[in-house]
């Protein structure tokens, strides 16, 4: 099992910068990668970015390729989502999630290859 907490998340104006972090626990933590996902009011949940916890490979979504840094600290089993530039449009809930293995090619940006979740951490982004 393995427990995801998310920090970081604010009230900001558009154009700052917000980090959030993303701590796992658990007995032995060995992902395949690790994503960033968000949700707005009334939208489906979005793939933002991932990155391979071995590799260090990042992808992201065209939305904030960029302006967002997704990567990962494996001594402490964080990852990190660096947000710059932001805009309204970015305001949602940010959610981290854990990929135990590779299910299907390309499959990083569907929430239902993900094992594990956080509870999410909300960005909000005024104009």
């Known amino acids: 099992q393995v427990q995801l907490v998310e920090s970081g998340g604010g009230l900001v104006q558009a154009g700052d910068s917000l980090r959030l972090s993303c701590a796992a626990s658990?007995?032995?933590?060995?992902?395949?990668?690790l994503g960033w996902f968000r949700r707005s009011p009334g939208k489906e949940r979005e793939f933002v970015a991932s990155?391979?916890?071995?590799?260090?490979?990042?992808a992201y979504a065209d939305s904030v390729k960029g302006r967002f840094t997704i990567s990962r600290e494996i001594s402490m089993n964080t990852v990190y989502l660096q947000m710059d530039s932001l805009k309204p449009e970015d305001t949602a809930v940010y959610s981290c999630?854990?990929?135990?293995?590779?299910?299907?090619?390309?499959?990083?940006?569907?929430?239902?290859?993900?094992?594990?979740w956080g509870q999410g951490t909300q960005v909000t982004v005024s104009s």
């Open positions: 990155i391979g916890w071995s590799s260090g490979a990042t």
């Open positions: 999630a854990v990929r135990r293995t590779v299910r299907t090619i390309g499959g990083y940006v569907r929430p239902s290859e993900y094992d594990y």
């Open positions: 658990g007995r032995t933590f060995s992902p395949y990668s």
